[in-house]
């Protein structure tokens, strides 16, 4: 018994390691980009004052004086300018004009020889309820509207979810255009790949081996130096233009780079060995002699395929589409140096909001909704594939 | 007879489309042009030169280098340790734990890339190359378990028993027995994790500074901004190591089969 539990004892002093660094490094940064997503606290963390005065107010009359008092006294405060940028941009997203109003309102807040009496005096839009409903509504140290906006949902006044209005409606078109791209590349590689794969397992010797050396020696090479050889390749004066036009079967260059043509077949070409493999896996563990059975009862090789092998080889043929696309979605190399920007995917978008703008609330959101996708799918893939073969 | 020639024409043309462009790229690093086309005006290892010699690519070689050796390092003995744990059958939640150590393949680079930043600037580890190698190993990691799990699962565990009951210590077991045989598992492990890490831009382009900037991350800018025949002679390395790696993994694997 002793023996038993030092062994698990040990067990779990190996297992310890890894899993606090997994936990540290993986688990925790991920939860983090989603508290990121749902945390809104640039408003309230300069506002304490306001914060305690405004859910007194009836959101609907005009902003009474203990209002006012407090806001100016939670402005005259902020003594960091960063700070001040977060809270005016995130309170100029809800309401435009809060950019100027702010700045306009600080500067004749720190203005010692003139004290202003209200904020009504520096500037009359203090007194429209628009303005302290984007305060009062950004107060909340939670919010869904990051999650909202990803996918194209926004509240009104009232509170209500609606959709925002078409010319702010760009992440919905994004995601569609992420599935549709991801969705093209995995049915191009199951054209190509369910066929391959068959040829490959009713070969033999080196044919076999040569078949499946072609589909491992993509697989292995760095996914950089892929997409940098279909970049030369896919060029205006790359190999394949020139040698359509040497074999003259076009005039002009092909535009093959820079748009969605291009993207489909670098991507293609990258996740094919993901589809060839567990589809090759199936189909070798089919018994040979069924084709030939099924022919024998009668049956037309087209009808004998649709009827016996098709079905057999389904779960290859779904964990390869699964799996092919569950990378697509996420790809983010390959459109960001093969496409243009009409073919950008949301991986690009999510990094866009990261390091360009700064917006992680945003990239946050936004990386939930890819983070759902892939884990919801990768359980249905994870199910398949712990089936056991030939349990059927 | 023309559903044959059909099938070898398919077969052909899908090696043809899966290998043609990593060898029509090979070429292009030793050309004299500026410009990555075709024909060559003439031959020259200017590129290589500039691979080795010009200050940004050299230190991308160097940093590399030192970010895979230090992934390598540590994914491999943290990975091996867990894989050695995971063995034991009276371990709570071991399917799940065992997912988890498999979940980083699953999750899109830009999501972890986003998330690892937040975090990392929290830590003061952004722009170091602790928290890049520490980024690469979230990401090496489940290689060096899946494949040093095959190889344990691939042990006879009489074999250790046996060892057991001729009196040895467990860490003589483990010493002698099981890590000798696990071996071939870990070294095509830790050939994985430094490939991994070797490959990997995304991460690197979240969490590294300027003086961090790896291969991968030297050649992904380069084709952005200004690509050069530079990045073909990359690539020749690449795939060069390519082949050298998955012959490594070859042959440790057939050594593995053969021991059994």
């Known amino acids: 018994m002793s023996a038993g539990l030092s062994r ?101 807040l720190g203005d010692p020889a003139n004290p202003p009496a209200d904020l009504v005096s520096i500037d009359k839009r203090w007194e429209k309820p628009e303005f302290w409903l984007a305060i009062a509504d950004a107060l909340s140290p939670l919010t869904d509207r990051n999650l909202l906006a990803a996918v194209d949902l926004g509240r009104n006044a009232a509170g209500d979810i609606e959709h925002l209005p078409a010319d702010q409606s760009v992440n919905r078109v994004i995601l569609v255009r992420t599935f549709w791209i991801a969705a093209l590349v995995t049915f191009a590689c199951a054209c190509i790949g369910f066929p391959y794969a068959m040829i490959a397992a009713s070969l033999h ?89 099924a022919a024998s009862l009668g049956a037309h090789p087209l009808r004998a395929f649709m009827r016996v092998l098709l079905p057999l080889s389904f779960r290859g043929v779904a964990s390869g589409s699964l799996l092919v696309f569950i990378s697509a979605i996420g790809y983010y190399i390959t459109p960001a140096l093969i496409g243009g920007p009409g073919d950008q995917m949301i991986s690009s978008i999510i990094a866009f909001y990261a390091t360009g703008s700064a917006n992680w609330g945003m990239a946050g959101a936004l990386g939930v909704v890819l983070l759902v996708a892939t884990l919801l799918l990768y359980s249905v893939y994870a199910r398949l594939s712990a089936e056991e073969p030939g349990r059927r | 007879m023309p559903m044959k020639l059909t099938k070898f024409t398919f077969a052909s043309l899908t090696i043809l489309f899966l290998v043609a462009p990593l060898i029509a790229i090979l070429p292009l690093a030793f050309t004299s042009s500026v410009i990555l086309t075709y024909p060559i005006p003439s031959w020259s290892l200017r590129w290589f030169e500039e691979l080795f010699f010009a200050d940004a690519w050299r ?35 071991r399917g799940t734990i065992r997912t988890l150590f498999l979940l980083p393949m699953v999750v899109p680079a830009v999501v972890l890339g986003v998330g690892m930043q937040v975090l990392l600037a929290g830590f003061g580890l952004t ?76 991460l690197t382009l ?51 089969a053969k021991r059994r």
Do not use: C
């Not at chain 1, 304490?48 to 007194?56: D, F, I, K, N, Q």
């Not at chain 1, 050889?229 to 233009?241: D, M, P, S, T, V």
């Not at chain 1, 260059?253 to 896996?281: C, D, E, K, W």
């Open chain 2, 59 to 93: 230190r991308a070689i160097v940093n590399s280098l030192i970010i895979g050796t230090g992934t390598t390092l540590l994914a491999t003995v943290l990975g091996t340790a867990a894989s050695l744990g995971l063995r034991n059958r009276l371990i709570f939640f």
């Open chain 1, 8 to 108: 698990t004892g040990r067990s779990l002093i190996l297992l310890a390691p890894l899993l606090v660094f997994l936990i540290g490094f993986f688990v925790w940064p991920l939860f983090s980009m989603m508290s990121q997503s749902v945390s809104d606290t640039a408003v309230l963390r300069l506002l304490p004052r306001s914060a305690e005065v405004l859910p007194g107010w009836d959101r609907k009359s005009r902003p009474t004086m203990p209002m006012q008092t407090a806001l100016m006294e939670d402005l005259k405060a902020v003594d960091d300018d960063q700070a001040l940028g977060d809270m005016v941009r995130r309170l100029n997203s809800a309401r435009s004009g809060f950019r100027t109003l702010m700045s306009k309102t600080t500067s004749a």
């Open chain 2, 127 to 202: 722009n170091s190359y602790a928290g890049v190698i520490i980024a690469h190993t979230v990401v090496a990691v489940p290689f060096v378990v899946v494949s040093v799990t095959g190889a344990l699962a691939g042990i006879d565990e009489r074999v250790e028993l046996a060892a057991q009951s001729l009196g040895a210590s467990p860490t003589a077991v483990f010493r002698r027995v099981t890590l000798p045989l696990a071996m071939p598992g870990v070294a095509s492990g830790a050939v994985l994790a430094f490939a991994t890490s070797l490959d990997e831009v995304v």
């Open chain 2, 206 to 256: 979240f969490v590294a500074g300027p003086n961090q900037r790896t291969l991968a991350r030297q050649m992904f800018s380069s084709i952005r901004e200004n690509i050069s025949p530079a990045i073909a002679a990359a690539a020749f390395l690449f795939i060069a190591a390519t082949i050298i790696i998955g012959l490594v993994v070859v042959l440790s694997r057939s050594m593995l």
């Open chain 1, 205 to 293: 010797g080196w044919k076999r081996d040569l078949m499946l050396a072609a589909v491992l020696l993509p697989l292995w090479t760095s996914l950089l130096v892929r997409t940098a050889a279909w970049f030369i390749l896919l060029q205006e004066r790359g190999l394949i233009n020139d040698l359509l036009q040497t074999l003259g079967l076009i005039d002009g260059p092909l535009p093959l780079i820079f748009n969605r043509t291009g993207v489909i077949i670098a991507m293609t070409h990258v996740l094919l060995p993901f589809m060839v493999l567990p589809i090759y896996s199936v189909l070798i563990t089919i018994p040979k002699n069924l084709m030939p059975a």
